[in-house]
Each structure stands twice: as C-alpha cells, then as structure tokens.
C-alpha cells in the first residue's frame, strides 16, 4: 500500500508563489512517475506535471514556464514550485504516483488564489 502525503498549499495573492511537496511511503518501486494533478470547482481533474524516476517531465500548456516540478528520489518526495500564480490556478492539488501499473492519489492541498 502506498500513502501520499502533500503539504504547501494556502492562499497566495495572484502573481505570487507556492511550493507544494508529497511525500511517498510505503511499497515503492524505482522506477515510477510522480507528479501533480489538480481540480477547481465544477470541472474535471486535469494534468498539471509529471516526473519520471529518471527526471523526465512533462507540463500542462497552462502552467508551462510558471512551474516546476522535481523530486528527491532519496525522499521519496516530489515538488511542485508555482510561480506567478493566476486565479485560475485555484483548484485542489493532488499528489499522484504510477507503478507498476497502477495510480495512486493523494488527499489534496488547496491552492487559492487570490486577485
């Protein structure tokens, strides 16, 4: 069983920055993708960055340039650095994990911005 544990949410004025983190415990494997995914009110959940174990990335066109996504491999940790934050970035953040063919979700950080 795995747990994701995210923290760094919060309200941030719009322009503003974030740094969320989640952390991973539990049967992990080296070889997986971590990454973020978040839903604002009254839409679906949408991709918002991937990282592979081997640090391969991938962004969502709406926060290409704004974000970064990393991660600690020793940690078991990623992160997610947001920058210039705009009020459509609200939305609940979820930490997600892929291994072995199978996804695992976080609790979810709030992330509110505000004008």
């Known amino acids: 069983q795995v747990h994701l544990v995210e923290s760094g949410g919060g309200l941030v004025q719009a322009g503003g920055s974030l740094r969320l983190s989640c952390a991973a415990s539990?049967?992990?494997?080296?070889?997986?993708?971590m990454g973020w995914y978040r839903q604002a009110p009254g839409k679906q959940r949408e991709l918002v960055a991937t990282?592979?174990?081997?640090?391969?990335?991938r962004y969502a066109d709406s926060v290409q340039g704004r974000c970064t996504i990393s991660r600690d491999n020793a940690k078991n940790t990623v992160y997610l650095q947001m920058n210039s934050l705009k009020l459509e970035d609200t939305a609940v953040y979820y930490c997600?994990?892929?291994?072995?063919?199978?996804?695992?979700w976080g609790q979810g950080t709030q992330v509110t911005v505000s004008s």
């Open positions: 990282i592979t174990s081997g640090d391969s990335t």
């Open positions: 539990g049967r992990l494997f080296s070889i997986n993708v």
């Open positions: 997600y994990l892929l291994q072995m063919g199978a996804a695992d």
